[in-house]
């Protein structure tokens, strides 16, 4: 017996709140880069969807440095139909025909390459963005959206609770540990140039913090890490002074942005991708331990220092309000609670146990 999608509430709700902009696909190709990350696995799910409900005939081929990552992370999306092209960002064999729309999500998001290896980061990252971007004009595409980041923004200022577009601020280019943001800032140039020298329009979604299903549990996101101790049992360690304030939006409200910004968006006009509530990542940690029944323990482990300015990373998102009319969906603890939930159904379904979503 087919399996139901644990994600299925998700993506009825985003296809609701999209399904008149999905007609552009109709009958179209698709090429999506990092189609196996967090936002990867998230566009695919939402395309595969979308694509069987609103049978909209389209097809969708996307690129990945492992044939069989696909198949582990999500084996149900392996099995409906997606082409795979296996290669590298920055030089991978482009596939033949037409494509109307590319997804650039390839980034190397990793923390530990951008100390380690920050030249590999940022040649990945432009290299890439120039690769995909020939690929663009040579398949004849009309629409190409970049994933960028709000690390483009630099260090926001303490007093600026709320970072915009329009803030001229930005990485030190000398500081070796800019590699990953003066990387998109350079992805982002690349788009403009292309896009004034061709008929391509590109969409620029500078995306901020998420959480969510697909989400690594042990890499360097806090939240992620927060949740997995919290699922463990174990007291959930802040390392930090746990001043620092960021925002987090819900899976399924990234990928009714980022649909939306593809469809709608205007050509060469950035759009913050985020929520804009802020919270500290100490009373992040409390909250994740307060969810559900259980209640795990947070250990804090350094000491704010007095007078230390607070580091913010929180965006403001009126412009993609106001020309797009989009809003976030999903309040921050309703999502911590979907993201656990679909990790124990998750956990639960490979040792062959009964699952269930609640919601």
Not at 25 to 52: Q, S
Not at 173 to 184: F, I, N, Q, R, T
Not at 213 to 232: Q, S, T, V
Request: aromatic fraction near 8%; charge should be neutral; charged fraction near 25%.
């Amino acid at each position: 017996m087919k399996q139901r999608n644990l994600l299925a509430l998700d993506l009825d709700h985003i296809i609701a709140s999209t399904s008149p902009l999905w007609e552009e696909l109709r009958g179209k190709r698709i090429f999506i880069t990092g189609a196996t990350g967090f936002i990867g696995c998230w566009l695919l799910e939402t395309f595969v969807w979308a694509n069987r409900h609103l049978r909209l005939n389209a097809t969708a081929t996307i690129l990945t440095r492992d044939s069989q990552r696909l198949k582990q992370r999500a084996p149900h999306l392996a099995d409906c139909g997606l082409e795979l092209v296996v290669g590298d960002v920055r030089n991978f064999v482009f596939p033949e025909g037409e494509f109307s729309h590319i997804i650039h999500a390839a980034t190397e998001s990793s923390a530990e390459l951008n100390a380690r290896q920050p030249k590999v980061m940022f040649d990945t990252i432009v290299e890439g963005t120039r690769h995909c971007l020939d690929f663009a004009a040579r398949s004849g595409s009309t629409k190409f959206l970049l994933t960028s980041s709000g690390a483009v923004y630099g260090k926001q200022p303490e007093k600026m609770a709320h970072v915009t577009e329009d803030f001229n601020g930005g990485p030190d280019p000398l500081d070796p540990g800019s590699a990953y943001a003066e990387g998109k800032r350079a992805a982002e140039l690349l788009c403009a140039l292309a896009a004034k020298e061709t008929v391509l329009k590109v969409e620029i979604a500078r995306c901020f913090a998420f959480v969510g299903p697909y989400m690594k549990l042990d890499a360097h996101f806090a939240i992620g890490n927060f949740i997995r101790d919290h699922m463990e049992g174990v007291s959930i360690q802040v390392r930090g002074d746990g001043t620092p304030v960021r925002s987090y939006m819900y899976a399924s409200d990234l990928m009714i942005w980022l649909w939306t910004i593809l469809f709608r968006g205007t050509s060469c006009r950035a759009y913050n991708v985020g929520s804009e509530d802020g919270i500290s990542i100490a009373d992040l940690a409390r909250g994740v331990a307060e969810t559900g029944s259980a209640r795990t323990p947070v250990e804090i482990l350094g000491k704010p220092v007095a007078g230390a300015p607070v580091a913010r990373y929180v965006p403001n998102t009126e412009r993609t309000r106001q020309e797009l009319g989009l809003r976030c969906t999903v309040s921050l603890g309703a999502a911590i609670e979907r993201t656990i939930e679909w990790n124990r159904c998750r956990e639960a379904r490979e040792v062959g146990a009964p699952t269930g979503v609640n919601r």
